[in-house]
């Protein structure tokens, strides 16, 4: 990945911001255009359908156009076969209207007239599965005055996505190579975002075949009424003085954002990335860099992504495709994520989403999923795809406000939503002492395995070892899910070998390392557990692993030469 587009001459969409005129107590489905390709079969047709119907969109305002069936178009055809036939529709059906406004002419330039967005019904375009992806480079759009210019400056390739946030402002002469700087570029103002100031909030409804794009209406539906539930992963690369500092930054201000909302994020700053051993259960929220592939956890069969989940990977080509998990978007969107965010080009660093202004309006201020992911865009009209509902608002409410609705429905969620409340309490200097006693004394404590490993968690923070293993093994006998299991089992591993119960430490590393049968994860888990297993005077144990750690490390070699 690159890192700067600050030679790319991004030029600012609009001198001012108009006050927007779409009413706030108007059904949400009545902000949404939703746009399908009837030439994609009924599989496009059929997913726009089931979105409008459970988002509540007229029918009115779903648009089908023939398009081509590829992810990738030309310029040309996307002009001629997206945005201007999509554009007649929101004008003919009364969605989107213009008035013609006169600049007069100047000593340096001749006179014009702007067409300009003055009223709009809706907010969002949302592109539904076998909607094209990306826009490829065409050298003839590059004017001659910029032949001049550096490869990076002259690029006119783009997610379709990006390039129709500026639909508003499509009847204007606008140039195509570089990005458009994203005027209301970290906003307060969610309603200022709207075609009346130059901007469509875009999102798509897509992935690895029509199934997984209605499931993440499904799901983003099940999070807004039970809450968003889980724990946070932050993986950074532990970047010290570099020109890529910035990406670490951004991660570790949005887990900080994370932890103020009651996530109690698990940040790794080392440079790799989390390894394949590494247990994430229960993900609610997840961010990192930089592989170029999925790696690690997300090679697994099964991921625990809670319905609503948000993850998203920098890497700059992470979403090439939707339509196979072999990128990084569709990986998490085909194993169960909510909403993801990805790249379709190569975008440089300083022109992906600043994940923590993301989340901190989606999670902090309670904005929807599209308000957000459009606020934190720094440009348009250039390579990024937000994936999943843009209506999509798990934050709405207060916590104390879903906590109450979930007891009323006797609810097993109430857990959850205690533990966040908790974490919460924490970051805001809650002593630990006073957080121990009030989760000790929580009636739910002993019949849910996510707060006694949290009550686990602050006694050992306490120095109370004991406590904190007693805790963590009466949440292996809570039924945890697979994940969190391992988790337990890794930690209470660490914790007995810790305090010289090398035996008990043993018998958890031989639980962990017997259901794992990924060969790296693994290798890691009985290189840890050797010298345990020879601390615990168990020599078999100890000639097992040393003889499995050998042929392990052989069979890896043997993979890599042949995947060369």
Not at 256 to 267: D, N
Not at 324 to 337: E, F, I, Q
Not at 403 to 429: F, I
Request: proline share 8%.
């Amino acid at each position: 990945m690159n890192t700067s587009i600050t030679k790319l001459a991004a030029v600012a969409l609009a001198a001012s911001i108009l006050p927007g005129t779409i009413g706030a107590t108007q059904p949400r489905g009545a902000e949404v255009a939703v746009v399908y390709n009837s030439n994609m079969g009924p599989d496009s047709r059929l997913v726009a359908e089931y979105y409008a119907e459970k988002r509540g969109v007229p029918k009115s305002q779903i648009i089908g156009l023939p398009m081509p069936r590829s992810e990738t178009v030309t310029r040309a055809e996307f002009r001629a076969q997206i945005q201007e036939p999509l554009l007649q529709q929101l004008e003919s059906r009364g969605l989107l209207s213009f008035r013609a406004s006169i600049i007069p002419s100047r000593a340096e330039r001749p006179g014009m007239v702007l067409w300009v967005p003055v009223e709009a019904r809706v907010r969002y375009l949302v592109l539904a599965y076998g909607v094209p992806l990306r826009v490829s480079h065409d050298e003839s759009a590059v004017p001659p005055s910029a032949t001049n210019l550096p490869p990076q400056q002259r690029r006119t390739e783009a997610s379709v996505d990006s390039d129709l946030v500026l639909l508003p402002i499509a009847k204007r002469p606008l140039r195509l190579h570089g990005p458009y700087r994203n005027p209301l570029f970290g906003t307060t103002n969610a309603s200022a975002l709207s075609p009346t100031n130059g901007i469509f909030i875009v999102g798509r409804i897509d992935g690895p075949g029509p199934k997984v794009a209605r499931e993440l209406v499904d799901k983003a539906i099940e999070a807004e009424a039970n809450g968003l539930w889980g724990y946070a992963y932050f993986d950074l690369r532990g970047l010290g003085d570099s020109p890529y500092r910035k990406g670490d930054d951004w991660l570790s201000a949005a887990a900080e954002v994370a932890k103020t909302q009651g996530f109690a994020p698990i940040v790794d700053d080392k440079p790799a990335t989390f390894p394949s051993w590494f247990p994430m259960p229960h993900i609610a929220l997840y961010a990192g860099w930089y592989d170029n592939a999925p790696s690690g956890p997300f090679t697994r069969p099964t991921i625990e992504f809670m319905p609503g989940a948000f993850a998203y990977h920098l890497f700059s080509y992470s979403a090439t495709t939707l339509r196979t998990p072999s990128t990084w978007a569709g990986a998490l969107l085909d194993k169960g994520v909510t909403a993801t965010v990805g790249y379709v080009f190569e975008p440089y660093l300083d022109a992906t989403i600043d994940v923590s202004i993301f989340m901190s309006r989606w999670i902090a201020d309670g904005w929807t999923l599209g308000e957000a992911a459009t606020a934190a865009q720094p440009v348009f009209s250039w390579q990024a795809t937000v994936v999943g509902d843009p209506l999509y608002q798990p934050f709405a409410r207060t916590l104390e406000q879903l906590r109450q609705e979930l007891a009323a429905r006797n609810s097993p969620l109430v857990p959850w939503a205690d533990l966040r409340l908790l974490n919460r309490d924490e970051a805001a200097g809650t002593p630990r002492r006073e957080l121990i006693d009030r989760l000790s004394k929580n009636a739910a404590l002993h019949k849910s395995p996510v707060l006694e490993a949290r009550l686990a968690a602050l006694y050992a923070d306490e120095g109370r070892e004991s406590a904190s293993v007693q805790s963590m093994e009466r949440a292996l006998k809570l039924k945890p899910s697979p994940q969190l299991r391992a988790q337990l089992q890794l930690g209470l591993a660490r914790r007995l070998a810790s305090i010289n119960r090398h035996s008990d430490s043993l018998r958890y590393y031989e639980q962990l390392s017997a259901s794992e049968t990924d060969k790296r994860a693994r290798l890691a888990l009985i290189e840890e557990a050797l010298p345990v297993a020879r601390k615990a005077g168990a020599t078999s144990a100890a000639n097992r692993y040393e003889a499995e750690i050998a042929n392990l490390k052989q069979a890896l070699t043997n993979q890599s030469g042949a995947n060369r």
